[in-house]
């Protein structure tokens, strides 16, 4: 069984948030320990996605949102005119969009832990055919 962390512990590292970051990895780790038919109820769900989610920016690594925005502001500038939000909004329709979902879903396999790889892929691919 997991190893219950001492709150009173100094952090490994000196992010501002570490000592939460070990909670939560503790609290994901006690899944572990839950009976099995518990344990496969947990892994399918939306609260091992949300743990992953607050343990990894409690852990200092970047947001999507935050890559996303990091990746624009070094793209370079496109060589047409500016177009007003609306023009804009117009050029994307649900085809572009469900071709999105659909390369995430790709892009899911690649994850390290191969359980939320999977439901993340399904979600992908099932928002992605619902637009469709």
């Known amino acids: ?3 219950e962390p001492d709150p009173n512990a100094e952090p490994l590292d000196d992010g501002p948030f570490a ?3 070990r909670m939560f990895e503790y609290l ?3 899944a572990g ?3 099995p038919d ?3 109820e947990y892994r399918q769900s939306e609260e091992r996605l949300k743990l992953a989610g607050v343990h990894a920016r409690l852990s200092g690594h970047d947001t999507l949102h935050h890559k996303l925005e990091t990746a624009r502001a070094h793209e370079p500038s496109p060589a047409k005119p500016s177009q007003s939000g609306a023009a804009k909004a117009a050029d994307v329709g649900t085809k ?5 979902f659909d390369y ?3 892009l899911s396999t690649h994850l390290p832990d191969q359980e939320i790889a999977e439901q993340l ?3 992908a691919r099932g928002i992605s055919q619902r637009l469709q």
């Open 121 to 123: 892929q399904s979600r």
């Open 33 to 35: 320990s839950l009976p």
């Open 28 to 30: 994901m780790n006690l």
């Open 96 to 100: 572009s969009i469900a071709s999105t």
């Open 19 to 21: 000592r939460h970051a």
């Open 1 to 3: 069984p997991p190893t």
């Open 38 to 40: 518990r344990d496969e």
């Open 104 to 106: 995430l879903s790709g």
